[in-house]
């Protein structure tokens, strides 16, 4: 197998992600000379597999050579030059067209849930202090920040405090996406599911104040490593499974799964982040946004897509944990778009049966038949054989030894992110001092108005 030709950059989420962090790469020099930031080093505890400490060593295979150590970033640039180009390859290629699916009503309704969101005047902006910056990305930054005057850190006063300027959100158009991230993670509340505490909002941004989730992506993790064991994908995927499950009673569909979506808590279980993407459904809908390697191929097609493409894409990260990389990959997302059409995937000789069985069931071109998406719905999933033996009560109560421990000594501890620079008290304004009440003719700001809920 030549591994040479994996491409040397990781795509973007498209049309574009709200947010991206950075966090440091894999400890080699290559990856270091790759990446525009500094890494920070750290000791992290021997993974082990799930219930086995005995045969739980991650495989390392030999040093991939063209595997890609940076994170798939967000931009817009390409999204509409890409969606041209496809339409036309689709004139030129027989694909099979999915059945349509008919729409179903869901388990429970998001607005019956309790906003777990603290009101308005109850907590300020300056109640908090900026102690460090864990991101960047297009029209925003993330920043760590504390409670002022609280007792030494604790997960009650450490957050991860989400800062989007808001003239940029009017004018790349996600003020929609934005509202919907508000108000679905202000109702959603999951052990692995990043959770939202407040939102504020001041003359430049708009802010939400998260929970800080120490251990970093998995991505980084992912590339440390170089590839998962069955034994360690099956841990992390079924974190996620039991998210997508409950997220999907709700009709929600996340839509932009991926390594670098996934943070590492301290005890070493996955928090679902960046709900940029996230819609409530009822049947389909047909923007095209996602990240091109893990696009369902109702997406690419346009076919109108729901549930069943985060269960394809489901299927796109069990391959990259077992592989290191994504099973469809080009040097331009036009090429990934050919080959998840073509359907072609190359098994490594060494992945076991049951393994290539899972990914399969998830990445069915036909979604009508596309685990997951099957009559019994999510649990179908739980009830795959290769999943046999996880104790999904336990796993969601968090009783399971997890893979990978992040080591960190304080709650306040960023070293599985890059050292940046904190931002200029001037792009934060809210946070440094109170602002003093606008005139009466700037309350009526345009801008402002598109975001009344923070």
């Not at 030059?81 to 059945?99: G, I, K, T």
């Not at 960023?414 to 940046?420: A, E, K, M």
Request: proline share 8%; aromatic share 10%; charged share 25%.
């Amino acid at each position: 197998m030549q591994r040479s030709t994996f491409p040397q950059f990781r795509s973007t989420s498209l049309p574009n992600s709200t947010l991206q962090l950075i966090t440091c790469p894999a400890p080699s020099p290559s990856a270091r000379e790759q990446l525009s930031h500094m890494a920070v080093e750290g000791p992290m505890t021997p993974p082990l597999s799930p219930g086995n400490s005995e045969r739980g060593e991650l495989l390392l295979p030999d040093p991939m050579q063209g595997i890609d150590q940076r994170p798939r970033l967000s931009t817009e640039a390409t999204a509409v030059a890409q969606s041209r180009q496809l339409a036309q390859a689709e004139a030129n290629m027989e694909v099979d067209q999915p059945a349509a699916s008919s729409a179903r009503p869901p388990v429970r309704h998001l607005e019956d849930e309790q906003s777990h969101v603290h009101r308005s005047g109850s907590l300020r902006l300056t109640d908090f202090e900026v102690k460090g910056t864990l991101g960047t990305g297009t029209f925003g930054r993330v920043l760590l920040v504390r409670l002022r005057g609280s007792a030494p850190p604790s997960s009650q006063n450490c957050f991860a405090m989400k800062v989007l300027r808001k003239t940029e959100i009017v004018r790349l158009r996600q003020v929609e996406h934005v509202n919907a991230e508000r108000y679905i993670l202000s109702r959603v509340r999951h052990p692995f599911v990043v959770d939202l505490y407040a939102t504020f909002q001041d003359s430049l941004n708009i802010y939400m104040l998260l929970s800080y989730v120490p251990g970093g992506e998995l991505f980084t993790h992912l590339r440390r490593a170089q590839r998962f064991t069955p034994d360690v994908t099956r841990f992390y995927l079924a974190n996620i499974i039991l998210a997508l499950k409950y997220l999907h009673s709700f009709n929600i569909i996340y839509r932009d799964l991926k390594p670098e979506n996934l943070l590492l808590d301290s005890r070493g279980y996955l928090r679902l982040t960046d709900f940029g993407f996230a819609k409530i459904v009822d049947d389909r809908t047909w923007t095209l946004c996602g990240t091109p390697e893990y696009l369902a191929p109702e997406i690419i097609q346009s076919d109108g897509h729901g549930k069943a493409a985060d269960w394809w894409a489901c299927g796109i990260l069990a391959y990259e944990m077992m592989v290191g990389y994504p099973p469809f990959f080009d040097e331009t997302a036009y090429g990934i778009y050919e080959k998840i059409l073509k359907g072609k995937i190359h098994w490594p000789k060494d992945m076991d049966r049951l393994s290539r069985d899972i990914v399969k069931a998830f990445l069915h071109p036909d979604r009508s038949k596309r685990l997951g998406n099957l009559i019994g719905g999510a649990q179908d999933v739980l009830d795959h054989p290769w999943f046999r033996g996880v104790d999904w009560d336990a796993l969601e109560r968090r009783e399971i030894r997890a893979p990978i421990i992040p080591h960190v000594t304080s709650l306040e501890d960023t070293r599985h992110f890059s050292r940046l620079p904190l931002p200029p008290a001037e792009e934060i304004p809210g946070l440094i001092r109170e602002e003093r009440p606008r005139e009466l003719h700037q309350r009526f700001d345009p801008v402002e108005y598109q975001f009344l809920e923070f």
